[in-house]
T-cell receptor
Framework: ETGVTQTPRHLVMGMTNKKSLKCEQH?????MYWYKQSAKKPLELMFV???????ENNSVPSRFSPECPNSSHLFLHLHTLQPEDSALYLC?????????????FGSGTRLTVV | GNSVTQMEGPVTLSEEAFLTINCTYT??????LFWYVQYPGEGLQLLLK?????DKGSNKGFEATYRKETTSFHLEKGSVQVSDSAVYFC????????????????FGKGTLLTVNP
């Protein structure tokens, strides 16, 4: 596979569940990102990993927990979410520190919290 | 902080019409600027970019020119097609931590374009 792959594509979870979103990139990039896309709002940057080191956005609630075991994989662990967390979660990757490149995005995971 | 403002939309056009989607930004310095497109059910795809003032990015018939005087990066296409129906996002690239090599993209809210046959 090429590009950025996110699984699952759709997820429905209760507020007491624990689930994880997965992102995998096959581009040789060294930086990965989680964005949240909600209706009528700009994309919100949640977390950045560069060279496998987390550069955290401190405004993200602790019920979201990222993990980056290597430069190709990124996870977002979810627990005790709220209905307002329902959104499209997008993963992206880039080559950090070189030039002025944009990001490559995955197709996203559509999360519904019930 | 830095920000991006783009026209809210939705924008509805007939096929072969001229398209303009306005984008202005607020930033310190001269950040790189991007347009991304999101087709239904998909993630964002890079459409075009410009890295310095007066640069013109172009791709698939779309163009945008980096105007530092007006802090704008308006997206244009001379003749739209039904297949151009999507959400378009303007974005700027800025450092996430000062002095570091980490960057983030700050996006506008997106503009929904619908092209009718």
């Amino acid at each position: 596979e090429t590009g950025v792959t996110q699984t699952p594509r759709h997820l429905v979870m209760g507020m007491t569940n624990k689930k994880s979103l997965k992102c995998e990139q096959h581009l040789g990039h060294n930086a990965m990102y989680w964005y949240k896309q909600s209706a009528k709002k700009p994309l919100e940057l949640m977390f950045v990993y560069s060279l496998e080191e987390r550069v955290e956005n401190n405004s993200v609630p602790s019920r979201f927990s990222p993990e980056c075991p290597n430069s190709s994989h990124l996870f977002l662990h979810l627990h005790t979410l709220q209905p307002e967390d329902s959104a499209l979660y997008l993963c992206a990757s880039s080559q950090a520190g070189t030039g002025n490149y944009g990001y490559t995005f995955g197709s996203g995971t559509r999360l519904t919290v019930v | 902080g830095n920000s991006v403002t783009q026209m809210e939309g939705p924008v509805t056009l007939s096929e072969e019409a001229f398209l303009t989607i306005n984008c202005t930004y607020t930033a310190t310095g001269y950040p790189s600027l991007f347009w991304y497109v999101q087709y239904p059910g998909e993630g964002l795809q890079l459409l075009l970019k410009a890295t310095k003032a007066d640069d013109k990015g172009s791709n698939k018939g779309f163009e945008a020119t980096y105007r530092k005087e007006t802090t704008s990066f308006h997206l244009e296409k001379g003749s739209v097609q039904v297949s151009d129906s999507a959400v378009y996002f303007c974005a700027l690239r800025e450092p996430f931590n000062s002095g570091g090599s980490n960057y983030k993209l700050t996006f506008g809210k997106g503009t929904l374009l619908t092209v009718n046959p």
